[in-house]
């Protein structure tokens, strides 16, 4: 049962409060979280701030608490998430924004350098951070987002709208395209795109069997990758190779111990002109590019 948040206490005693509660729900960084959702509800960093909580404020922290300390991700309950120097609109049944997916995305800028007008590819888009974080470095870049999920369908559009107007870049950042990953190739020209980038779901059906709580809250459409975690991948380097140009990049999201299983599915697909592999911040495998050569892919 949730303790009682008060009104006409000071900011600090009900980020106290909170964070008991939280702590005791296991949450993993209960002071963070709880300062932070002191913070939406009252409008005031409780740390820099002798006000009281009113009591609607009480009212707003109590129900924020209680769906934080139910392990909903932080993310979902503030409604936005920052992503590189923006921020995007998530919520329920969209992936939420990582800083991992930021080496990603900086990683597929690079590909882009001295590119006029570059064709890019955003598959399996949710959110939209990846294409969208690519228009922030590339301005003139031409992105197509793909999203087959109607709920993160929700707020990628909005995302493609809004997430850049304040850096100058009119809406829409992205053209929106609802399709399947698995079909959408289709309608694509042979060597059309300067780039494809992606962060397919890639978890092994192990690895769902073991989520934490909050990525438990998550949509699993966007976590699943089979049996071995390699389904979408495998799709990808397939039927995808040849809608690029030659010289033109493949940029995908991996999991911290799937290099490995990356490199055979490329090679296997013909991939031999040039794959490379970054680390993120914690020096963890992250990120595969592949450019295509002059070879046949599949």
Same mark, same amino acid.
């Given at each position: 049962?949730?303790? @009682?948040?008060?009104?006409?206490v000071?900011?600090?005693?009900?980020?106290?409060?909170?964070?008991?509660?939280?702590?005791?729900?296991?949450?993993?960084?209960?002071?963070?979280?709880?300062r932070?959702?002191?913070?939406?509800?009252?409008g005031?960093d409780?740390? *820099?701030?002798?006000?009281? *909580?009113t009591?609607?404020?009480?009212?707003? *922290?109590?129900?924020?608490?209680?769906?934080?300390?139910a392990?909903?991700?932080l993310?979902?309950i503030e409604? %936005?998430w920052p !992503?590189?120097? !923006?921020?995007l609109? $998530?919520? &329920?049944?969209?992936?939420?924004?990582?800083?991992?997916? &930021?080496?990603?995305?900086?990683?597929?800028a690079e590909?882009?350098q001295?590119?006029?007008?570059p064709?890019? *590819?955003? =598959?399996c888009a949710?959110?939209?951070?990846l294409? +969208?974080?690519l228009?922030?470095f590339?301005?003139?870049?031409?992105?197509?987002?793909l999203?087959?999920?109607?709920?993160?369908?929700?707020?990628?559009?909005?995302?493609?709208?809004?997430?850049?107007?304040?850096?100058? +870049?009119?809406?829409?950042?992205?053209?929106?395209? #609802?399709?399947?990953v !698995?079909?959408?190739?289709?309608?694509?020209?042979? #060597?059309?795109?300067d780039?494809?980038?992606?962060?397919?779901?890639?978890l092994?059906? &192990?690895?769902?069997?073991h989520?934490?709580p &909050?990525?438990?809250? @998550?949509?699993?459409?966007a976590l699943?990758?089979? @049996?071995?975690?390699? $389904?979408?991948?495998? %799709?990808i380097?397939?039927a995808?190779g040849?809608?690029?140009?030659?010289?033109g990049? =493949?940029?995908? @999201?991996?999991?911290?111990?799937?290099?490995?299983?990356?490199?055979?599915?490329?090679?296997?697909?013909?991939?031999?002109a040039?794959?490379?592999?970054r680390?993120?911040?914690?020096?963890n495998?992250r990120?595969?590019?592949?450019?295509?050569?002059?070879e046949? +892919?599949c």
């Amino acid at each position: 049962m949730v303790n @009682e948040i008060q009104a006409g206490v000071p900011l600090r005693s009900a980020m106290r409060a909170v964070q008991a509660m939280l702590s005791a729900a296991g949450c993993p960084e209960p002071d963070v979280d709880a300062r932070e959702l002191v913070r939406l509800a009252a409008g005031q960093d409780p740390l *820099l701030s002798e006000r009281l *909580l009113t009591a609607p404020q009480a009212a707003q *922290l109590q129900a924020d608490a209680a769906r934080r300390a139910a392990r909903t991700p932080l993310q979902y309950i503030e409604g %936005h998430w920052p !992503f590189l120097d !923006f921020e995007l609109a $998530v919520g &329920e049944g969209v992936l939420c924004p990582r800083s991992d997916t &930021e080496i990603v995305c900086e990683a597929a800028a690079e590909t882009l350098q001295g590119k006029q007008r570059p064709a890019v *590819l955003d =598959l399996c888009a949710g959110s939209g951070c990846l294409g +969208i974080g690519l228009r922030r470095f590339c301005p003139d870049a031409q992105v197509t987002a793909l999203e087959k999920s109607p709920e993160a369908l929700y707020y990628l559009r909005q995302n493609a709208e809004k997430a850049l107007l304040e850096k100058g +870049i009119a809406a829409p950042a992205v053209q929106v395209q #609802e399709g399947d990953v !698995f079909a959408f190739q289709a309608q694509l020209a042979p #060597e059309s795109l300067d780039l494809i980038v992606s962060n397919p779901p890639y978890l092994t059906a &192990e690895e769902m069997q073991h989520l934490q709580p &909050e990525v438990a809250k @998550e949509p699993a459409m966007a976590l699943d990758g089979g @049996e071995d975690g390699g $389904v979408f991948y495998r %799709h990808i380097a397939a039927a995808y190779g040849e809608k690029l140009k030659k010289g033109g990049w =493949l940029v995908l @999201e991996i999991g911290c111990a799937q290099q490995a299983q990356l490199r055979e599915i490329l090679a296997a697909c013909g991939w031999a002109a040039r794959v490379e592999c970054r680390r993120d911040y914690g020096g963890n495998d992250r990120v595969i590019l592949a450019q295509r050569g002059m070879e046949r +892919i599949c």
